[in-house]
């Protein structure tokens, strides 16, 4: 369950990171300080995912699933619904990694010992 929590933090991360600079270019972003951080809040979220893979710093794993929830409950709250499937895709990452993160705490423990 870590690996699959540490691979949806990055593709999520990365779709996140993706969709925001298009934004950006095409559409001159939502404003500087929301640009900003949803910039930072997605390479928070790929290091999250890199970090559940290696096996390290459960808090930081645990952090950066909390803000893909809270991406994933402002994209549902927000204007941001496009389209159905990418709905649908952001929610499910934005779900099952914090409930594999918490799940699975024990293997962080572990190593630690």
């Known amino acids: 369950m870590r ?3 540490g691979i949806l933090l990055i ?4 779709v996140l990171l ?3 600079v298009y934004v950006l270019i095409d559409y001159g972003g939502y404003g500087p300080a929301f640009d900003l951080f949803a910039i930072i809040a997605s390479v928070f979220i790929v ?3 890199v970090f559940c893979l290696m096996r390290k710093v459960w808090g ?3 952090a950066s699933a909390l803000v893909a929830l809270l991406f994933m409950i402002f ?3 927000g ?3 496009a389209e159905a499937w990418l709905t649908w895709l952001i ?3 934005g779900t099952l990694p914090i409930i594999f993160v918490c799940v699975r705490k024990r293997e962080w423990q572990e190593i630690s010992a």
């Open 3 to 5: 690996i699959a929590a």
């Open 11 to 14: 593709v999520l991360g990365m």
């Open 18 to 20: 993706i969709s925001f």
């Open 47 to 49: 290091t999250g995912g």
């Open 60 to 62: 930081l794993c645990f």
């Open 75 to 77: 994209w549902l709250m």
């Open 79 to 81: 204007s941001f619904l």
């Open 91 to 93: 929610s499910i990452m």
